[in-house]
């Protein structure tokens, strides 16, 4: 893995989408799951612990789910409607003896209208939002089921990290601080078509993409996230695989847009845009990149029709900027906050420093703040106001697009801002909140897709991120590995793959 640690593993878990990637969506269900098993299509939800869900309606602000039954927990105790309770009020309910502020910080912003949920009877919930969300499902997807009971034996969740239930295909085994975890099948797992084939799956922290690629190379794993680019060829030249896809990814500069950010010139968003040669980062990548147009990919059904390209164009970004009262010669000073390593950060370092030379060609002199990967998500959760931000210019967190609310809702909504979402930048417009409220009301796919171009247009037109390219999920592996899918998402199912000797 690329984190620098083993991600949690006690329900929700940091470090992440990496982190949901191989431990939290490998032990845990959530009640509707995506679809993994394609790779030739764009990954949709399916039921997961919960058989249909419905909305109200009457009363479109409340959902009704119906749970599977027979399933188990590891720990053997039943899942069912008070576990679906309890789960979520050690997530919403302070008050609850079970409530963990950690696992809170983790995913709440990403279900920011939850009111309340309740049982209806054993095998039936009803969730009510503050509001009208047609997104919810996809919300849900992220809110992993533990077991009660397992928590009830020590009423501690560090205790119960140690030694987790869910309901996932594959129990924790041997966990080490980071070091490695080590996981075995669940081989009463309710869906008989994913018990895993594999006799054991060992989990490795190495942030550092060297370290990885001479790990891979030596024989120590037989798997690598994110291998170095100039490595790839000797990777391929000792008969092992470099497997990649297009998948609903982004990697951006999130700009602050507080009082006084060098970034609420739309001009110099503008400029800073036109400046970056994304060609040569996804040269720099080994070919494993595409240049970005926007948030989403050109094809998106939500790209719409922005008028600004974003392209690379070094003169009118110099033109742009000396319209600002900047230049070469009397720069901009920007402060942005970047990890070493992380999920989906792709080349993190090289990347950053590949885009400060280009920005510093038109007047942009950036200065980086280098964190620890969980650091850097603490940051752009407590956003750019905050005493942890340490008056940063923007963020460097690459984001999923493989959702509306996750795309764009979390970003740009005025009201999600900290501690009420991941807003960073606190950008705030009412012509996009509008959209955001006609979008959230909108059941029709066709006609909410129609609206989310229309706020990708305008994301675009106004230049309200830095991006850069859309990532393809390259991973290293040796010919023993077989089975994998690589799906078109940011989550993997490891329940295929299999080692042949």
Known sequence: MTANDVPLTWGQPDNGFEGFRFVGLQLYDALINWDLSSADKPSV????????????????????????????????TDFDADAVVWNFAKLFDEDSPQYSARQASLVNFRMPGFEKVEKVDDYTVEFTTKEPDSFFPFQISYFL????????????????????AGTGPFKLDVLTARERAELVPNAEYWDPDRVPKLERLIL?????????????????????????????????????????????HIWPWHFSRVEGSPWNDIKVRKAANLAIDRDGIVQLLGGYGVAAKGHVVPSNAWFGTPSFEVKTDVEAAKKLMAEAGYGPDHPLDVKMTISASGSGQMLPLQMNEYIQQNLAEVGINVDFDVVEWQALLDIWRAGAKSPQANGTDGVNVSY????????????????????????????????????????????????????????HTKMVDDALFLWVVHDVAPRAMTSKVKGFVPAQNWFQSLTGVYMEE
Not at 48 to 61: C, H, I, M, R
């Open 45 to 76: 939800l399916i039921p997961g612990l919960a058989e249909s869900w419905e909305v109200n309606p009457d009363d479109p602000t409340k959902w009704t789910f119906k749970l599977r039954e027979g399933v188990k927990f590891h720990d053997g």
């Open 145 to 164: 089921m533990a077991s009660p009971s397992k928590w009830e034996e020590t009423k501690d969740w560090n205790a119960f990290a140690q030694d987790p």
């Open 204 to 248: 490795l922290p190495l942030p550092d993409p060297s370290a990885r690629t001479a790990a891979l190379l030596s024989g120590q794993v037989d798997w690598i996230e994110a291998p170095a680019p100039d490595a790839i060829p000797r990777i391929k030249s000792q008969g092992m695989e470099v497997v990649s896809n297009v998948y609903p």
């Open 400 to 455: 999923t697009t493989q959702d509306p609310y996750s795309a764009f809702t979390r970003f740009i909504r005025s009201d999600l801002a900290a501690p009420n979402g991941v807003n960073f930048g606190y950008y705030s417009d009412a012509e996009m909140d509008q959209l955001f409220t006609d979008i959230q009301t909108t059941f029709d796919a066709a006609e909410r897709d129609k609206l989310l171009a229309k706020v």
